[in-house]
């Protein structure tokens, strides 16, 4: 079968390999419905989770199930599925301890375009099928169900890491379609003001729909200074993290106020060291939190996603700017992922 790879470092391309195979427990997928994400412009162009070779890319996939093995109960082939981006391991002691995204070891719950093929194929294998797989309802488009498997979870889980409450004042830096997933979370949470950190258009148009109240763009000066001048120097009760460079925790510490939280949903992609401010934090003692967590997968996160968008919640539809049909569009989306001119918030490919 046919799949679009990273080849190595810096460098992708379409590959022939075998079809998988399922075990018992298991399912092989067709997709429907794929979107490149920024993880996988870090894991290509960056390197950040070191060196692979024709490893089929992809972890944001709606799909018909073709086959499932002897053991599946709950899903049968031509069932229309959400595919989490993380597909862990659950009869782990990770997932008993709560951290199922860990199970295996840390981050292994993320198998995807990572230690194993992606979902960037023909045909894709998923473990553990009834943990793992949500059934699509069909009142769903689509290009909105797509950005469930990672774009809502992982924004979401910003806001859950945050631990945000009633009249909050939020910040979230980086209002991609993660961050705006955040504020949007944020704004279910109960936060009164969310500031969102960004600069393109049609990022900030679509942060507003979502629930920001106010805007912070970097290229008009210092983020810090331009947050603490809008809360008249009180700071922030907590900051998600769901976008720029490693320097954002330094200054997501700088503006959150003493208690509070500061959370990272972000795959830093690049450096050695991440740094915290020593003052601002307190010296070590100011009760301010750092948190940071890969997004939840698995079937019943899927499932209340779900319901977030059956029952008018949240429209992740907002967050797709470009529709491609055909499966060979899969490498001109993730190219525009990884260019990001002013119009693009988030490309889907449609694979009838």
């Known amino acids: 079968m046919k799949g679009f790879a990273m080849l190595k470092i810096g460098e992708v391309g379409w590959i022939e390999i075998e079809k998988p195979k399922a075990g018992p427990y298991d399912a092989i997928v067709r997709p429907l419905a794929v979107a490149p994400c920024t993880s996988d412009i870090h894991t290509v162009f960056e390197g950040a989770i070191g060196e692979r070779h024709n490893l089929i890319l992809g972890h944001e996939a709606v799909g018909e199930v073709v086959e499932v093995g002897s053991e599946v109960k709950d899903f049968k082939p031509g069932d229309r599925v959400v595919v989490p981006a993380i597909t862990p391991d659950w009869r782990t002691l990770e997932a008993q301890r709560g951290f199922h995204q ?8 993320w198998k995807f375009s990572n230690i194993k093929d992606g979902v960037f194929a023909e045909y894709f294998h998923v473990n553990d099928a009834d943990m793992n797989l949500a059934h699509l309802p069909k009142e769903i ?16 889980h910003g806001a859950e890491l945050a631990d945000i409450g009633l009249g909050d004042t939020v910040a979230v830096i980086g209002i991609g379609p993660v961050g705006l997933m955040a504020v949007a979370g944020a704004k279910l949470r109960g936060a009164a003001r969310i500031i969102g950190v960004g600069s393109r258009p049609a990022l900030i148009e ?12 970097y290229k008009h000066g210092d983020i810090v200074e331009q947050v603490m001048k809008l809360t008249d120097n009180k700071g922030v009760d907590a900051v998600i993290i769901a976008g720029a460079g490693a320097d954002a ?14 959370s ?6 690049e450096g050695g060291i991440l740094p915290i401010p020593r003052l601002d934090w307190g010296c070590g003692m100011s009760h301010k939190s750092i948190r940071g967590g890969l997004c939840p997968g698995g079937r019943l996160r899927m499932e209340k996603l779900v319901d977030l968008v059956r029952y008018n919640r949240i429209d992740p539809g907002k967050l797709v700017s470009h529709v491609f049909e055909g499966f060979e569009h899969i490498e001109k989306a993730l190219l525009m992922m990884k260019e990001k001119s002013s119009d693009v918030i988030k490309p889907v490919v449609i694979i009838k």
């Open 102 to 109: 860990h199970s295996g070891g840390m981050l292994a719950g």
């Open 141 to 156: 488009p689509l290009e909105k169900a797509v950005m469930l498997p990672d774009m809502m979870t992982t924004g979401l």
């Open 206 to 217: 679509a942060a507003k729909y979502y629930g920001v109240t106010d805007i912070v763009n």
């Open 249 to 262: 925790i330094d200054k997501a510490v700088k503006m959150v106020k003493p208690g509070g939280t500061v």
């Open 264 to 269: 990272n949903v972000n795959y830093f992609g």
